[in-house]
């Protein structure tokens, strides 16, 4: 494809064509609502990847019960992505760069409310049969009605899927394509027509699963004949022959089990274990530790206030507690200065505000905030001055690790005279506890990444009916805010400007207090497997997909 013939395509956005050999991606950024081609030709060349018979072991602590994205039952693992491929695929390196996977090609209507799509003639199953547009249609509306709770939402959008050819097809929208439905569109799982309703439809990724037994591990066999696997989205991807997930109770069972050498590969996350790691590659060479940093975009995470207490309403209040958070002392105490102070709720995105928001430590300022809000000291002990009540906080928190920084901020507070007490609980408990309430501060993780979510303010919006809604949860009702959220709601392309603006008022709103983010990321492996000093736009844990094995 060259730029004349990108320019000359007045009816439509061409996103991509890919064609053998060549690379062939797309620019769909969400910050500015745009869609463009993106050629370079420094990297239109593959490489065969290297022949390897070595496989890899990783761990798995979480709830995995298959890994049928089709299926509506729980317990979905999120390694599904090695047995399905999608139409487009993200960038590993870049964010808001997404590439052509078994779509080759997607044109956006002038009027933005028609997608025609064009499949990879080479594109087949694991079965060795093309795949079709049918398989496509069939996939997506299988998941709208039929999939996972998640997809459902899809069948609100108003979709008119229709097959054009055995490798085209037509979706048809009464609203305007924003990017971000596009992309939801293309990354969902791609199987064939005729297996969507067994238990393990068809595959179309670069791995088959061989063996699953239930809460123990699950094996993957790499298919040989592949079909993407010279296609630039995959090329120098999935080098292992095997990749054996080993599911675990808990994350110290985890650590152990790399400690001993029977998984490869860890993203640790936590600064004390990474510290245990060093002590042990002092006594054995065979361990290798990568600090890697990234950009990769940041939410919020740390205390957020139940303002269903009528006392944390006050905004002085909330910020009186905010000053009494010693970030340096935990940073320092805890993790050997290794983290940076989260100063917005959109991180390494353009969204972020420029400027820089107090979150100062200072029992002095904290005192005279407490004073203004009528809570006085007396004895040592925070009382207000009209009820004689004394102040006490309940801090609600998930893992050991927040269990630790709740102590240290505990003894700030107790300069203040104000009474705490720090509940740790499971998570199911903990997730009862935040949707009813019984807690007042807790701690709290959002993800904001504005080039894959629909609407990354949507959480600050009071939706009684999302149980697991931010502004529900903490019961933040703000008619100001809410105003402000609705007049950039109802641009089709809010300004950078505007939403920095947003992000400013929410950090001066103190509906948290901030806690930080790592600015690498720290990788383990052991000397069987070797992998590039990079990081990329997936999640850590899954930078294996770029490695190989050492030999």
């Given at each position: 494809?060259?730029?004349?013939?990108?320019?000359?395509?007045?009816?439509?956005?061409?996103?991509?064509?890919?064609?053998p050999?060549?690379?062939?991606?797309?620019?769909?950024?969400?910050?500015?609502?745009?869609?463009?081609?993106?050629?370079?030709?420094?990297?239109?060349?593959?490489t065969?990847?290297?022949?390897?018979?070595?496989?890899?072991?990783?761990?798995?602590?979480?709830?995995?019960?298959?890994?049928?994205?089709?299926?509506?039952?729980?317990?979905?693992?999120?390694?599904?992505?090695?047995?399905?491929?999608t139409?487009?695929?993200?960038?590993?390196?870049?964010?808001?760069?997404?590439?052509?996977?078994?779509?080759?090609?997607?044109?956006?209507?002038?009027?933005?409310?028609?997608?025609?799509?064009?499949?990879?003639?080479?594109?087949?199953?694991?079965?060795?049969?093309?795949?079709?547009?049918?398989?496509?249609?069939?996939?997506?509306?299988?998941?709208?009605?039929?999939?996972?709770?998640?997809?459902?939402?899809?069948?609100?959008?108003?979709?008119?899927i229709?097959?054009?050819?055995?490798?085209q097809?037509?979706?048809?929208?009464?609203?305007?394509?924003?990017?971000?439905?596009?992309?939801?569109?293309?990354?969902?799982?791609?199987?064939?027509?005729?297996?969507?309703?067994?238990?393990?439809?068809?595959?179309?990724?670069?791995?088959?699963?061989?063996?699953?037994?239930?809460?123990?591990?699950?094996?993957?066999?790499?298919?040989?004949?592949?079909?993407?696997?010279?296609?630039?989205?995959?090329?120098?991807?999935?080098?292992?022959?095997?990749?054996?997930?080993?599911?675990l109770?808990?994350?110290?069972?985890?650590?152990?089990?790399?400690?001993?050498?029977?998984?490869?590969?860890?993203?640790?996350?936590l600064?004390?274990?990474w510290?245990?790691?060093?002590?042990?590659?002092?006594?054995?060479?065979?361990?290798?530790?990568?600090?890697?940093?990234?950009?990769?975009?940041?939410?919020?995470s740390?205390?957020?206030?139940?303002?269903?207490?009528?006392?944390?309403?006050?905004?002085?209040?909330?910020?009186?507690?905010?000053?009494?958070?010693?970030?340096?002392?935990?940073?320092?105490?805890?993790?050997?200065?290794?983290?940076?102070?989260?100063?917005?709720?959109?991180?390494?995105?353009?969204?972020?505000?420029?400027?820089?928001?107090?979150?100062?430590?200072?029992?002095d300022?904290?005192?005279?905030?407490?004073?203004?809000?009528?809570?006085?000291?007396?004895?040592?002990?925070?009382?207000?001055?009209?009820?004689?009540?004394?102040?006490?906080?309940?801090?609600?928190?998930?893992?050991?690790?927040?269990?630790?920084?709740a102590?240290?901020?505990?003894?700030?507070?107790?300069?203040?005279?104000?009474?705490?007490?720090?509940?740790?609980?499971?998570?199911?408990?903990?997730?009862?506890?935040?949707?009813?309430?019984?807690?007042?501060l807790?701690?709290?993780?959002?993800?904001?990444?504005?080039?894959?979510?629909?609407?990354?303010?949507?959480?600050?919006?009071?939706?009684?009916?999302?149980?697991?809604?931010?502004?529900?949860?903490?019961?933040?009702?703000?008619?100001?805010?809410?105003?402000?959220?609705?007049?950039?709601?109802?641009?089709?392309?809010?300004?950078?400007?505007?939403?920095?603006?947003?992000?400013?008022?929410?950090?001066?709103?103190?509906?948290?207090?901030?806690?930080?983010?790592?600015?690498?990321?720290?990788?383990?492996?052991?000397?069987?497997?070797?992998?590039?000093?990079?990081?990329?736009?997936?999640?850590?844990?899954?930078?294996?997909?770029?490695?190989?094995?050492?030999?």
């Amino acid at each position: 494809m060259n730029r004349s013939i990108i320019k000359s395509s007045c009816h439509a956005f061409i996103i991509s064509i890919l064609t053998p050999m060549c690379i062939a991606s797309f620019v769909i950024n969400t910050i500015d609502q745009s869609i463009e081609p993106n050629i370079d030709q420094s990297e239109r060349t593959t490489t065969d990847q290297p022949v390897s018979n070595r496989g890899i072991q990783l761990d798995r602590v979480e709830n995995t019960q298959h890994f049928n994205p089709f299926s509506p039952a729980r317990g979905l693992s999120p390694d599904w992505p090695l047995l399905y491929d999608t139409l487009i695929t993200p960038d590993s390196r870049q964010f808001g760069q997404y590439q052509s996977l078994i779509a080759s090609e997607i044109t956006l209507s002038q009027d933005k409310k028609k997608l025609i799509i064009s499949l990879h003639t080479d594109a087949q199953f694991e079965n060795g049969e093309p795949i079709t547009a049918d398989d496509v249609h069939s996939s997506i509306s299988h998941l709208m009605r039929h999939g996972p709770i998640n997809y459902h939402r899809l069948a609100d959008e108003d979709y008119e899927i229709v097959t054009l050819s055995k490798q085209q097809l037509q979706i048809k929208s009464s609203e305007k394509f924003t990017s971000q439905r596009i992309i939801h569109l293309g990354t969902l799982p791609i199987s064939q027509m005729t297996s969507l309703k067994k238990e393990s439809p068809v595959g179309s990724g670069a791995y088959k699963l061989s063996v699953h037994k239930h809460k123990r591990f699950a094996l993957f066999t790499r298919h040989n004949h592949y079909w993407a696997k010279r296609l630039p989205t995959r090329n120098q991807l999935h080098q292992f022959k095997t990749i054996k997930l080993i599911f675990l109770k808990n994350k110290h069972t985890a650590f152990e089990l790399f400690k001993r050498g029977e998984v490869d590969f860890r993203w640790e996350e936590l600064q004390e274990n990474w510290q245990t790691l060093r002590q042990i590659k002092r006594r054995n060479q065979s361990l290798n530790l990568k600090e890697i940093r990234h950009d990769r975009p940041g939410g919020m995470s740390g205390f957020a206030f139940n303002q269903k207490r009528k006392l944390l309403k006050d905004i002085k209040i909330r910020k009186a507690l905010a000053r009494a958070f010693h970030f340096d002392e935990i940073n320092q105490s805890l993790f050997q200065s290794q983290y940076q102070r989260i100063e917005s709720y959109f991180t390494n995105t353009p969204y972020a505000t420029p400027l820089k928001f107090n979150q100062q430590f200072s029992l002095d300022e904290a005192d005279q905030l407490l004073i203004q809000s009528g809570w006085i000291s007396q004895d040592g002990i925070r009382k207000h001055t009209a009820t004689n009540e004394p102040l006490t906080i309940r801090i609600l928190v998930n893992s050991i690790g927040n269990e630790k920084i709740a102590n240290i901020y505990a003894k700030n507070l107790k300069f203040l005279g104000i009474q705490t007490h720090i509940e740790r609980a499971n998570s199911a408990d903990y997730i009862y506890r935040l949707q009813h309430g019984d807690f007042d501060l807790a701690y709290y993780a959002m993800t904001s990444n504005p080039y894959t979510e629909n609407n990354i303010l949507a959480a600050f919006t009071y939706q009684p009916n999302r149980h697991y809604n931010f502004a529900q949860l903490f019961h933040i009702q703000n008619s100001e805010l809410d105003h402000a959220l609705e007049s950039i709601n109802q641009s089709e392309n809010p300004s950078k400007p505007a939403m920095q603006e947003i992000d400013h008022y929410l950090m001066n709103s103190h509906l948290f207090i901030p806690f930080w983010r790592p600015s690498v990321d720290r990788i383990a492996h052991w000397s069987s497997i070797e992998g590039p000093n990079e990081s990329f736009t997936s999640r850590p844990r899954d930078f294996y997909r770029w490695w190989w094995p050492s030999e």
